[in-house]
């Protein structure tokens, strides 16, 4: 019996087209070991790490017919060296040049005839460091707790304690033949009919299927809007027709400032991150020339990570709960104190009240099951972004300790949320070593400034310290005096 795509994994590849691919990706900064980290260094880490992640040399087989879901195979021409390839920037590469490639690449959409991830390594970076760039289609980790391929070649050490070795027998089974697939699929319509229908209605090439999908998927769209009484996002420049460009830029908060901003001004980190993001649009809505009065707002998309408990100590262990949130950002008020409280009110309202809407009641609406709370921000933003929210901030907490990729220290981390149709920006934010990086990917046309809201994230912390009376000033990045994670 083969291993098939669930509906809604399927779903999520059909309604996938040129100008919106959906693999999340990200790009990690190393700093490069003594003896450097080349490219056969890096096939030969992510070859030995490849039985930890068995999907990553698999792909997806249509049915002929699309008589049933999509079937995951054993790659027979897996090539590791064709997944993990290799770029260079003119020495000495600049941030700049290195935000323009990743745009580059994470704007082309993977090749469906193949295992659905891509990993780039870009020599020539200044200062002696190189990065990685990954892009994984989401429908090849189906489930909360599944892993990305980037984050099983890093370690918690420069060389990772002794451990035995993933057993690597791994030999490709022969993909069944169209016969044999069809086969398969007439058995299961005869064992489960209800799943025929699915499968009719998820078919590839049926545009009038897609469509009807997109039509129940609004049907049930507006049942939960009149029980959750969502009303429509506000208009907004960030929803327009987009294109296949993007631009990415980047921005830093030091993680400690952002905490005693939050011990002053009460709520959580999050709030404050919200609140930043808020400050800073506000201030790029006025840059062009967009109308902001005190009732202005934008709605975001929240997929946020909450331990069960709701501990008040931020640092405190737990288990991580998904809770995704629709939350009007209050961009017409102008003082960032006043902004961080009515932040903080809105988030715990949505999360008790009218505007909650749970990780699965989002997938029940979009269709697709997240494997992280990016990828759910990338799920749930599929196709009716215009009607629910302006667009998608996910916030993921990673570790607070130095990470190694054979030898490499990982000073930054960036993730590049995909942008879905209609939505010309998503930001995404990640904390490592004590810094909080965000990741924003924009459309080329609709919002080709980004680069400046980046600026003015940098900025609006920086307000929000100053006017707390916060520790130290903003970190700005390698190229400053402050040391990464320090």
């Known amino acids: 019996m083969v291993d098939r795509l669930t509906s809604l994994d399927a779903s999520f590849l059909y309604l996938e087209d040129p100008d919106t691919p959906m693999h999340v990706a990200g790009f990690l900064v190393l700093e490069s070991p003594h003896g450097g980290l080349d490219h056969e260094d890096l ?9 930890l992640v068995p999907r990553f040399r698999q792909k997806v087989l249509e049915v002929p017919g699309h008589l049933a879901n999509p079937a ?10 064709y997944h993990v390839r290799r770029s260079a920037l003119p020495r000495p590469g600049t941030e ?6 990743v745009a580059r690449l994470t704007a082309r959409p993977l090749d469906h005839a193949r295992p659905l991830w891509e990993m780039y390594l870009v020599e020539g970076l200044a200062d002696d460091r190189i990065a990685v760039v990954t892009k994984t289609h989401p429908a090849l980790v189906d489930g909360l707790n599944a892993i990305d391929i980037g984050q099983v070649i890093l370690d918690d050490a420069p060389v990772p304690a002794d451990r035995p070795a993933p057993r690597d027998d791994w030999h490709p089974r022969r993909p069944p033949g169209p016969v044999a697939l069809v086969w398969e699929a007439v058995e299961e319509v005869v064992q489960r009919p209800t799943a025929a229908l699915e499968t009719v209605r998820t078919a590839a090439g049926d545009l009038r299927a897609t469509a009807g999908r997109m039509v129940g998927t609004a049907g049930s769209l507006l049942t939960a809007l009149a029980r959750t009484t969502v009303r429509p996002a506000p208009t907004s420049p960030l929803n327009a027709s987009i294109g296949r460009q993007r631009r990415v830029a980047v921005a830093r908060a030091d ?10 001004l009460g709520g959580t980190v999050n709030d404050v991150l919200l609140a930043t993001v808020t400050g800073a649009l506000r201030e790029w809505l006025l840059s062009r020339g967009e109308p902001v009065v005190g009732s202005t707002s934008v709605r975001a998309l929240v997929p946020v990570s909450v331990r069960p408990e709701e501990a008040a100590d931020d640092d405190g262990p737990g288990g991580t709960v998904v ?3 629709l939350v009007d950002l209050p961009v017409g008020e102008p003082n960032p104190r006043v902004r961080v409280a009515r932040i903080g009110y809105a988030v715990r309202g949505a999360a008790q009240g009218s505007q909650s809407v749970g990780a699965d009641t989002l997938v029940a609406l979009s269709g697709f099951a997240p494997p992280t709370l990016h990828a ?3 799920r749930a933003a599929s196709g009716l972004s215009r009607r629910l929210f302006n667009l998608v901030v996910t916030n993921v907490p990673g570790p607070q300790v130095p990470l190694y990729a054979s030898g ?4 930054e981390v960036f993730p590049v949320v995909p942008l879905a149709r209609g939505q010309g920006l998503a930001i995404g934010l990640t904390s490592y070593d004590g810094t909080v990086y965000f990741g924003l990917n924009a459309d080329r046309d609709s919002v080709g400034d980004v680069d400046v809201l980046a600026d003015l994230i940098e900025q609006e912390v920086a307000d929000l310290v100053e006017t707390t009376g916060g520790p130290g000033a903003v970190r700005r990045g390698p190229g400053s005096d402050a040391a990464p994670g320090g």
Do not use: C, I, N, Y
């Open 43 to 51: 096939v030969d880490l992510v070859q030995s790490r490849l039985p």
């Open 72 to 81: 995951w195979v054993d790659d027979p021409d897996f090539d590791v060296t």
């Open 96 to 101: 700049e040049q290195l935000l323009d490639l």
């Open 255 to 264: 993680l400690e400032q952002l905490k005693a901003v939050r011990r002053e």
């Open 323 to 325: 809770s995704s949130l």
């Open 376 to 378: 759910l921000g990338a």
């Open 408 to 411: 490499a220290r990982m000073l």
